[in-house]
């Protein structure tokens, strides 16, 4: 499954790019930053061609981890190729780990090892949305591609693809993660029903994730 999904977005890379030249920088950068410590040893998980290293700027600059090496090709800062599930980090050594539309598309076996990284207490900080039951994409070259490679087999391995903000809570709890905050990303909707949203989709619904990591994983 995990060659399926890459393949996806290592072709998916250079469309997908393109498709945030009119992104509200700042709209994003207000939903993060007030989280984030600059000192803090941050990790972008999946952080694809460098959404949040953009949004948020020079001031707080995590460090990208990506599972495909053509979603890297653009991104604009320090970054490396790693699978979620085998992330090449030291124990209790990440002070946060932020993530934006990643969370639906991990596998149970990448959780334990999110865990693993963070320090006791450290930050998990996630935007997500159930993007596994959102409308296929239309109007697109990638449509095809993207229904090959999440059909329902994948969708059905994939323990968030299609969460509710309480099915989060619960499967973070699983893990250990404690202080777990889900709210809806309400001003995402709003603009994106305003100004439109990236091609191939409709406005959808997102969630911001807060949770502490556990002290004992
Ligand atoms: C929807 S994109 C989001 C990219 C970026 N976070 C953003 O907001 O623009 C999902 C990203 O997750 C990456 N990804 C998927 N599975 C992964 C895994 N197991 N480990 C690391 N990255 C993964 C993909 O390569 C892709 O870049």
Same mark, same amino acid.
């Given at each position: 499954?995990?060659?399926? =999904?890459?393949?996806?977005?290592?072709?998916?890379?250079?469309?997908?790019?393109?498709?945030?030249?009119?992104?509200?920088?700042?709209?994003?950068?207000?939903?993060?930053?007030?989280?984030?410590?600059?000192?803090?040893?941050?990790?972008?998980?999946?952080?694809?061609?460098?959404?949040?290293?953009?949004?948020?700027?020079?001031?707080?600059? &995590?460090?990208?981890?990506?599972?495909?090496?053509?979603?890297?090709?653009?991104? &604009?800062? &320090?970054?490396?190729?790693?699978?979620?599930?085998?992330?090449?980090?030291?124990?209790?050594?990440? $002070?946060?780990?932020?993530?934006?539309?990643? !969370?639906?598309?991990?596998?149970?076996?990448?959780?334990? @090892?999110?865990?693993?990284?963070?320090?006791?207490?450290?930050?998990?900080?996630?935007? $997500?949305?159930?993007?596994?039951? !959102?409308?296929?994409?239309?109007?697109?070259?990638?449509?095809?591609?993207?229904?090959?490679?999440?059909?329902? $087999? /994948?969708?059905?391995?994939?323990?968030?693809?299609?969460?509710?903000?309480?099915?989060? !809570?619960?499967?973070?709890?699983?893990?250990?993660? /404690?202080?777990?905050?889900?709210?809806?990303?309400?001003?995402?909707?709003?603009? @994106?029903?305003?100004?439109? /949203?990236?091609?191939?989709?409709?406005?959808?619904?997102?969630?911001? =994730? /807060?949770?502490?990591?556990?002290?004992?994983?």
């Amino acid at each position: 499954m995990t060659d399926v =999904i890459a393949g996806y977005w290592q072709e998916r890379a250079s469309s997908f790019h393109h498709a945030q030249a009119h992104t509200n920088w700042t709209l994003w950068h207000d939903i993060f930053a007030p989280y984030l410590n600059p000192n803090d040893r941050t990790v972008d998980l999946g952080c694809g061609t460098g959404f949040l290293s953009r949004a948020l700027g020079q001031k707080h600059s &995590p460090i990208g981890v990506d599972l495909t090496a053509g979603m890297l090709s653009f991104h &604009p800062g &320090p970054c490396l190729q790693a699978d979620a599930c085998a992330l090449p980090l030291l124990s209790d050594s990440i $002070d946060a780990i932020i993530g934006r539309n990643i !969370a639906w598309t991990l596998p149970a076996a990448a959780w334990p @090892e999110i865990a693993r990284v963070l320090r006791p207490g450290a930050q998990l900080l996630l935007a $997500d949305g159930p993007w596994g039951c !959102a409308p296929a994409p239309a109007g697109v070259a990638w449509r095809e591609h993207y229904l090959s490679a999440y059909n329902e $087999d /994948t969708l059905n391995a994939l323990p968030l693809a299609r969460a509710t903000s309480d099915t989060y !809570a619960e499967f973070l709890c699983t893990f250990g993660f /404690t202080d777990i905050a889900v709210r809806e990303l309400t001003e995402v909707y709003d603009h @994106e029903l305003v100004h439109g /949203t990236m091609p191939g989709h409709e406005p959808w619904r997102q969630f911001l =994730i /807060t949770a502490v990591a556990p002290s004992n994983a």
